[in-house]
């Protein structure tokens, strides 16, 4: 079975550039997730999928990062204007169903952005 | 915001060693969760704890919840170089991640 696909792996912009990311899930998987994790720090969730539609979207920065999933399969986060503290690995993860805690999630390899 | 404390936050020790990583919160989680993240890869899950006071093993791996599910805690029994790696807790609800406690065991 393959696993949660990213890309790109790393990415290095300027400040104020603009900047997205894609993320396949694994097929079947109906709950997407795009979480934030800094340097040292565990990953903070920016964003939940249920198909198509946003489940959770509460610490997502929504005057500079956006994200869809128009078919209910890929998504796309991108980040506009990126700003320095931006720098930091962006995973993505599936599972079946939202509903925790039986619910695994499988998360991709991230993508390292650095904003210098 | 539900905040989950993990210490060590760092911690390097010798093969063979026994270690104890701790997960605590002021709130109630309902569940709890341990995942290992390698460098350069997404967290692996390795256990869903939901019981107070359940104990849960898996392999050289020991997992505790605590009574009052405010606490978890993640003991390793003769560490290899293979259990390096960051060690996240995460809670119940909304998913909410620990800190993190990034473990080296030497060779």
């Known amino acids: 079975e393959a696993g949660v696909a990213q890309s790109p792996r790393y990415k290095i912009i300027e400040k104020r550039q603009s900047v997205a990311f894609w993320c396949n899930p694994i097929s079947g998987h109906a709950t997407l997730y795009w979480y934030q994790q800094i340097l040292g720090q565990g990953p903070k969730l920016l964003i939940q999928?249920?198909?198509?539609?946003?489940?959770?979207d509460s610490q997502l920065p929504k005057d500079r990062f956006s994200a869809e999933r128009l078919k209910g399969v890929d998504s796309t986060l991108k980040i506009q204007p990126a700003k320095l503290e931006d720098s930091a690995v962006y995973l993505c993860?599936?599972?079946?169903?939202?509903?925790?805690?039986?619910?695994?999630?499988?998360f991709g390899p991230g993508t390292r952005l650095t904003v210098l | 915001t539900q905040l989950l404390e993990q210490s060590p936050q760092f911690l390097s020790i010798q093969e063979g060693e026994n270690l104890t990583v701790y997960c605590n919160s002021s709130?109630?989680?309902?569940?709890l969760q341990w995942y290992r993240q390698e460098p350069g890869e997404g967290p692996v899950l390795l256990v869903t704890?939901?019981?107070?006071?359940e104990v849960k093993k898996l392999k050289r791996l020991t997992f505790q919840f605590g009574d009052a599910r405010k606490d978890s805690s993640l003991h390793i029994t003769a560490a290899q170089p293979g259990d390096t790696g960051l060690y996240l807790c995460?809670?119940?609800?909304?998913?909410?991640f620990g800190t993190g406690t990034s473990l080296t065991v030497i060779p």
């Open positions: 999928f249920q198909n198509n539609g946003v489940v959770d």
């Open positions: 704890v939901v019981t107070g006071g």
């Open positions: 995460a809670g119940a609800g909304q998913f909410y």
């Open positions: 993860a599936s599972s079946l169903a939202g509903g925790f805690p039986y619910n695994e999630q499988f």
């Open positions: 709130s109630v989680f309902s569940s």
